[in-house]
């Protein structure tokens, strides 16, 4: 026989099952505020969060910082909270650092516990295996090799194929208007490949290439997977650019001919312990990293490069006639460029010195707390964001002082420890900061003393795409140098 409920209990199930459907979220509700409290309680009670606002539930402080700039969103946060602040950003809680000693202690004597932190559509579209994104042993084996391929014994005999890169470029942009962003990205990219596949290229890098830019173009776009977004036509063309990548990597395993470049290096290496090689998706994820990384920093500091020696007419001069003494030395030997004349260029160098600091292209950097973390007594969460704010720190009147001018001439002593740091610092630190300083000084070795350039329009500012570069990426005339006109 089948059990029916008469009327009064089925109006007493129903009351019973509202009251349970109403209690439920209200016990839940109750047990996350117990959770919380419980939480509260638990944390260290001498140490407390750092100062600062968390804005408005879930969107904290984003639209400020969106709507403001954002330096002078850290500025003045800086300024009202001190040097370890707390924010709300982009759906993360964060810890602000602008001291050397604090972001010292994240990058370098504490850096186990604040491992790199990125979203996963970058993650996706630059390969999980290459390195930035991983810590420890496969970390470390990873750096130790990319950093042997950029030490300076390594890249001091690639000078002169930078420098027939450099002779390529330059009579393309006499008397024409160019987009020094995008000049400077199409060198640095030239570059780029050369380091990582060495100087022969076959016809699957014109493949690398092609398909590299294809996947740069929807590098900043919304991660959105749909049929026609430019974040999915870029996932194709990460997908192709795999393929080739493989192919080239088998064919060089079998020809047993390793090549030169980064890929020839990662090909050769063998785990001491295990005698196991890096597998074909760690090393096709390792080497476009490492283009991604060399890539668009150098270009956008290049282009930094010319807008402050246009802007400072007496510096140029200066520039232009330490290149001036090695182009005549190197003529009159009748011979090319070499590393040795490239560190005879202190001046040079300087200016390179003080764009990397006054641009500070990369502002900051992630960094994630792997656990609870007592630091600078503040209590640091697990979970929270952290960010060594690069840009505060070289711009800060204490280290650096009048830290808006540009003033090369500061460098001429060395900075106050752990107060510069336009590659990094510690384990993460950049290996490519040298091939990036050449690459610069081989440029400027051949521009200064031929051509000179002038903006084009008057509108001043800074854009981001991603990083910092002067507005629409610095259009500029340029022109040969009327030497009889200079002072
Ligand atoms: C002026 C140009 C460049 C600037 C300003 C720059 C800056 C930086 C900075 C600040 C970091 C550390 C990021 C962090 O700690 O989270 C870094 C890491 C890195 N850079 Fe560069 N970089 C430049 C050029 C290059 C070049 C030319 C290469 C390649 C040869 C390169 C390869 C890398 C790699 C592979 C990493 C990751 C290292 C790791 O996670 O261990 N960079 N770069």
Redesign the pocket.
């Known amino acids: 026989m089948q059990l029916s409920l008469s009327p009064p209990f089925a109006f007493a199930s129903s009351l019973y099952s509202q009251v349970v459907f109403l209690m439920v979220p209200g016990v839940l509700f109750c047990c996350f505020l117990l959770l919380l409290v419980f939480h509260q309680w638990n944390r260290p009670k001498d140490k407390r969060l750092p100062p600062g606002s968390m804005g408005w539930p879930y969107i904290g402080e984003t639209l400020k910082l969106y709507a403001e700039n954002p330096n002078s969103f850290f500025f003045n946060r800086q300024k009202r909270f001190g040097d370890i602040f707390k924010t709300h950003i982009l759906g993360c809680p964060c810890v602000m650092i602008c001291s050397p000693e604090a972001a010292r202690i994240v990058?370098v004597t504490r850096a186990h516990l604040f491992k790199?932190t990125y979203p996963t559509s970058k993650e996706k579209m630059i390969g999980p295996e290459a390195?930035?994104f991983h810590q420890g042993a496969y970390?470390s084996r990873l750096?130790k090799l990319?950093q042997a391929s950029?030490l300076p014994s390594a890249i001091r005999g690639s000078v002169s194929e930078i420098e027939q890169i450099v002779l390529r470029f330059l009579p393309s942009w006499k008397n024409t208007t160019i987009n020094t962003l995008q000049e400077m990205k199409r060198y640095a990219f030239d570059v780029?490949m050369i380091?990582a596949f060495g100087d022969k290229q076959d016809l699957e890098t014109e493949g690398i290439k092609h398909l590299y830019h294809r996947l740069e173009k929807g590098y900043n776009s919304m991660p959105l997977d749909l049929p026609g977004t430019p974040f999915h036509k870029a996932m194709k063309a990460r997908k192709l650019l795999n393929e080739t990548l493989r192919k080239l990597i088998q064919e060089r395993r079998q020809s047993s001919r390793q090549g030169g470049g980064l890929l020839g290096v990662l090909l050769g290496d063998k785990d001491n312990k295990k005698l196991n090689q890096l597998s074909d998706s760690q090393i096709a994820d390792n080497i476009i990293?490492?283009i991604f990384?060399?890539h668009d920093?150098?270009a956008s500091?290049l282009t930094w490069i010319l807008k402050y020696l246009h802007d400072n007419e007496d510096l140029l001069e200066a520039v232009t006639r330490e290149q001036e003494g090695i182009r005549s030395k190197i003529v009159e030997a009748n011979r090319g460029l070499t590393w040795d004349d490239t560190r005879r260029m202190p001046l040079t160098s300087r200016v390179i010195q003080e764009t990397?600091r006054t641009a500070s292209?990369?502002s900051f950097?992630?960094r994630e707390a792997v656990e609870d973390v007592e630091f600078e007594g503040y209590f640091i969460p697990k979970g929270w964001k952290v960010l060594p704010l690069?840009r505060s720190i070289h711009h800060c009147a204490d280290f650096f002082p009048q830290p808006e001018r540009f003033d090369p001439s500061r460098f001429e002593v060395p900075p106050k420890p752990n107060t510069y740091?336009?590659?990094?610092?510690?384990?993460?630190?950049?290996?490519?900061?040298e091939?990036?300083k050449l690459e610069m000084l081989i440029l400027l070795h051949h521009l200064t003393p031929t051509y000179r350039w002038q903006t084009v329009g008057v509108e001043d500012g800074i854009q981001y795409g991603p990083f910092p570069v002067p507005k629409w990426g610095l259009p500029l005339r340029v022109g040969r140098r009327n030497k009889s006109a200079t002072p």
């Not at 336009?422 to 490519?432: D, Y």
């Open positions: 990058l790199p390195l930035f970390h750096k990319v950029f780029a380091s990293g490492v990384a060399a920093t150098t500091v990397l292209i990369l950097t992630f690069f740091m336009p590659f990094g610092n510690g384990v993460h630190s950049c290996p490519g900061s091939l990036a």
